[in-house]
């Protein structure tokens, strides 16, 4: 067990077989992270457990667990980008993993069970705005081979909140729940270029009923073989 906060800041470090009560900052290039579950700790902001807001490249994180011990509406999993993250484990979280620029693989996880208040400080006594995996900027973004349940706002939103998003891919996924499953809008930066959403099946628990995609009509998407379980009814993009 390790009881504190971790700033990684050698180039290379693997954290391996932690049991980690509190955040990973990773503050250094090539660090991987591995079989662990990272709990958090009290927070007093909004943060996440494992933290690449910086960008260091060619962060690995496989087969680890992201669950906070403390219940808390600043409890995020992953926020940043240059990563790959495989078979995690995120529950229990806000955003489940929260992207602000390029080149991010998700694979082969599960976000699931997110905490979701009523009256959320964060969003000025408003509703949680939960999401399985935000993307507010970035190139080279994939989601591939995952489950993605249980968020109230979306399992994927994509924002452009910090700029523009391109070359994005959501492929052989299960994803449910959102007020849309998946949203896609564009804001200032116009249409999300390069997006393929194939071969992935989706829940009927989206708030807006059968809404398991919705996006502009601006937005040109690579979209095939999208099914209904356990129906098999072809899914076909809302216009938002």
Not at 163 to 174: M, P
Request: charged letters at 15%; proline letters at 4%.
């Amino acid at each position: 067990m390790h009881e504190g906060d971790i700033n990684v800041t050698k180039a290379g470090t693997v954290l391996s077989g932690l049991d980690v009560r509190g955040l990973v900052k990773i503050s250094a290039p090539n660090v991987t992270i591995e079989n662990s579950i990272i709990r958090g700790r009290a927070m007093n902001g909004p943060g996440a457990l494992i933290d690449n807001l910086g960008g260091y490249s060619n962060l690995v994180v496989t087969d680890t667990e992201l669950s906070p011990s403390t219940a808390s509406p600043d409890a995020n999993g992953i926020y940043g980008y240059n990563f790959t993250a495989t078979r995690l484990n995120i529950n229990n979280v806000i955003d489940g993993i929260h992207i602000t620029g390029s080149n991010v693989s998700v694979r082969d996880s599960w976000i699931h069970d997110h905490m979701h208040y009523r009256t959320d400080p964060n969003q000025g006594g408003s509703p949680s705005h939960d999401d399985g995996i935000q993307v507010q900027a970035g190139n080279n973004v994939s989601v591939t081979g995952s489950r993605l349940t249980d968020s109230h706002s979306a399992a994927v939103q994509i924002t452009q909140d910090r700029g523009a998003v391109s070359n994005f891919t959501f492929s052989d996924n299960f994803a449910d729940g959102g007020a849309c499953t998946v949203n896609i809008a564009e804001k200032s930066y116009g249409p999300i270029r390069g997006a393929t959403i194939t071969d992935n099946s989706f829940g009927r628990d989206s708030r807006l009923a059968n809404c398991a995609v919705i996006a502009p009509t601006t937005t040109k998407i690579d979209f095939a073989h999208n099914y209904f379980v356990p129906d098999d009814t072809l899914v076909a993009i809302k216009k938002g």
